[in-house]
């Protein structure tokens, strides 16, 4: 008993010595993340949270040090400035129709495919998803093309005796014509986390519904669609996330025309950086982020309820 006590202190400190051992070498293989992280991310992070309180511009980039301190002003200026209204306007309307749209569009799909055999179901979903794959300069060309007046979409819609509009120079359409490219080439990715989710259901309770006399419409709206939320939550806040962030198609489309139309906030922060207001642009990527935030927020707690 002694001689058990007596190597107790030595065994502590053994594994003292192999944790501290353990965590250094972890922190080893960490720290190339940690150093990219905090140089490329973290520093920009609180440099432009900084630089969104003091009026700095393009001028005084050689003197960054001799800026003012101007508090909440920028965000003043930005939360009045009838263009960021505007384009607020545009990136809610943006959301409200792509959001749902393209989660509907997408569940329906993957309800589909999930019925079909491993083999044509991988290439309707490789087709599907080809569009998320593909560069969006390439996508938003081809699709400027088709929006023309005398592309596809006006030549399918005057078989049919519709006059097309001119989607991309009218104000009153512009914004419609980016959403529909938009939810076209978002809905692979959602549809992708859909099958996985509805694969992801065990086939027994399917059965032991059937067994209490639930038809496909009952088994869906009772079983798949509960046993789906965690899913439906994940895809609805990402899909928001990036709708809300919505820049690509306005930028190479119609950059923010015609008259505005199509200018979302991101795109009104890069035109903010673009013409040399560092600290407006900072004040209104800042909003942003808190807008993003609040609908993560409003769908956690929305869902939450439903699970």
Excluded at 220 to 237: A, G
Aim: aromatic residues 12%; charged residues 10%; glycine residues 6%.
């Amino acid at each position: 008993m002694v001689t058990s006590t007596a190597r107790r202190p030595g065994k502590t400190s053994s594994l003292a010595a192999q944790r501290r051992r353990s965590a250094l070498i972890a922190w080893v293989f960490v720290s190339p993340f940690v150093l990219t992280f905090g140089v490329f991310s973290l520093i920009p992070l609180v440099s432009s949270l900084a630089m969104s309180f003091t009026d700095l511009r393009a001028r005084d980039i050689r003197n960054p040090f001799n800026v003012n301190f101007v508090g909440f002003e920028n965000f003043v200026s930005v939360l009045t400035n009838e263009s960021f209204l505007r384009a607020l306007r545009n990136t809610l309307m943006f959301v409200v129709i792509g959001v749902p749209t393209t989660l509907f569009i997408a569940l329906v799909l993957a309800v589909l495919l999930n019925s079909l055999s491993r083999r044509v179901a991988t290439f309707f979903r490789v087709g599907y998803y080809t569009p998320v794959i593909t560069t969006i300069v390439a996508v938003a060309v081809v699709w400027r093309i088709m929006y023309q007046d005398t592309g596809v979409i006006n030549t399918m819609l005057g078989w049919i005796g519709i006059d097309g509009p001119n989607w991309l120079s009218d104000p009153n359409t512009a914004l419609l014509a980016i959403t529909i490219m938009a939810i076209w080439r978002n809905i692979g990715s959602s549809m992708v986390i859909f099958l996985a989710g509805l694969q992801s259901i065990p086939s027994d309770i399917n059965e032991a519904a059937s067994i209490d006399g639930a038809n496909a419409v009952q088994k869906f709206f009772r079983v798949t669609i509960p046993m789906m939320m965690p899913t439906i939550l994940l895809n609805t806040i990402l899909v928001t996330t990036g709708y809300m962030q919505f820049f690509d198609e306005p930028f190479v489309m119609t950059n923010g025309g015609p008259l505005e139309s199509t200018t979302s906030i991101a795109l009104q922060v890069y035109n903010q950086f673009k013409y040399g207001n560092y600290s407006v642009g900072a004040a209104g990527a800042y909003i942003l982020f808190v807008l993003v935030g609040i609908l993560a927020l409003i769908q956690f707690r929305f869902f939450r309820q439903r699970t």
